[in-house]
């Protein structure tokens, strides 16, 4: 669990790993240079499974690396330290990992949450684009909820551990590698809740608002950027770009800044395979983000939609 200056929400998420149904579990918590009381309040758990680790500031990757290099266990979870697990999450996706040696990582669905922990309709996890073949579905978009994520240490360490030169799209750069080492497996739950407020990095109010956008195109970047990426990775290469651009313009378009929107759906259009197409997702995806996911019958008829959907590609013709 990584921190920064998150003394009014840790304590919930430390109980939340606390009151997991699968008690066998460290929880370390890396405090990377918080200057409010964070420290104060992770020390009043006095469970001896809550390790604390202070460092001066290094980002989540360096929080995470800290962390990693510092557990013991064979499995690895990460959870934000505004974030809170259901009480079954452990107990839901550990099995699959024990029962399936081939799968490397398994996650699950998360449910918004406000700054007051209210519940808010957004969901974030999604089963893969392309069943099968994560490393292409991840290319296509980030389909893993961080927050579900629970995996082998081993496929951590052949990955490469977190890149430290990324702000926040660590979580989308690591799922890419690791897609390269193991078979990923989604449980099609809500068993975590995450929070939007204020504070959040990806919060339009962050200072690091601007490099976030940018790390987005640079994941992608570093992956193209190989000379040895499968045939699938490079068929979907314009679909990939595509959707990080459309990605950032609707960030920037967040933050009604629209000089930075407008290029960003632009460069989106231009990279596009079907450019005449891409227009009318991109209003469909306005429509979404500002509308449909923040209310429940927009969040079901999406949902729906796109199950039917998958369903329709999914029947063979003969």
């Keep these: 669990m990584p921190a920064y200056n998150r003394a009014n929400y840790i304590g919930q998420a430390i109980q939340s790993v606390?009151?997991?149904?699968?008690?066998?579990?460290?929880?370390?918590?890396?405090?990377?240079?918080?200057?409010?009381?964070?420290?104060?309040?992770?020390?009043?758990?006095?469970?001896?499974?809550?390790?604390?680790?202070?460092?001066?500031?290094?980002?989540?990757?360096?929080?995470l690396n800290t962390a990693f290099q510092a557990s013991h266990g064979c499995?690895?979870?990460?959870?934000?330290?505004?974030?809170?697990?259901?009480?079954?999450?452990?107990?839901?996706?550990?099995?699959?990992?024990?029962?399936?040696?081939?799968?490397?990582?398994?996650?699950?669905?998360?449910?918004?949450?406000?700054?007051?922990?209210?519940?808010?309709?957004?969901?974030?996890?999604?089963p893969e684009k392309y069943p099968g073949q994560t490393f292409k579905?991840?290319?296509?978009?980030?389909?893993?909820?961080?927050?579900?994520?629970?995996?082998?240490?081993?496929?951590?360490?052949?990955?490469?551990?977190?890149?430290?030169?990324?702000?926040?799209?660590?979580?989308?750069?690591m799922w890419l590698r690791m897609s390269l080492v193991c078979r990923f497996h989604f449980v099609d739950k809500i068993l975590a809740h995450f929070r939007i407020h204020p504070g959040g990095i990806t919060s339009g109010h962050s200072e690091k608002f601007a490099r976030l956008s940018l790390d987005r195109v640079r994941v992608l970047d570093k992956i193209y950027a190989c000379s040895d990426l499968p045939p699938e990775a490079r068929a979907v290469k314009a679909l990939a770009y595509r959707n990080v651009y459309m990605d950032v313009g609707l960030r920037w378009l967040s933050v009604r800044a629209w000089r930075e929107s407008a290029l960003?759906?632009?460069?989106?259009?231009?990279?596009?395979?079907?450019?005449?197409?891409?227009p009318f997702r991109i209003l469909y995806l306005i429509l979404f983000y500002n509308v449909l996911s923040k209310t429940k019958w927009g969040s079901r008829l999406v949902s729906r939609l796109v199950d039917l959907r998958r369903r329709w590609r999914a029947v063979p013709v003969l």
């Design 75 to 126: 499995y690895i979870a990460l959870l934000g330290s505004d974030d809170a697990l259901f009480p079954d999450m452990l107990m839901e996706t550990l099995p699959l990992l024990e029962a399936n040696p081939d799968v490397g990582l398994v996650y699950a669905r998360a449910q918004a949450m406000d700054s007051e922990g209210r519940l808010l309709p957004q969901v974030l996890g999604a």
């Design 18 to 63: 606390l009151d997991q149904t699968y008690s066998d579990l460290e929880l370390i918590v890396v405090d990377d240079g918080s200057t409010d009381n964070t420290a104060e309040v992770v020390q009043r758990f006095t469970d001896p499974r809550v390790c604390y680790i202070y460092q001066q500031n290094k980002g989540v990757s360096g929080a």
């Design 137 to 173: 579905s991840l290319l296509y978009g980030d389909c893993v909820c961080g927050i579900t994520a629970v995996f082998r240490r081993e496929c951590a360490e052949r990955a490469g551990l977190w890149d430290e030169s990324i702000v926040a799209n660590e979580d989308w750069d």
């Design 264 to 278: 960003y759906f632009w460069k989106a259009i231009r990279v596009s395979p079907n450019p005449l197409v891409t």
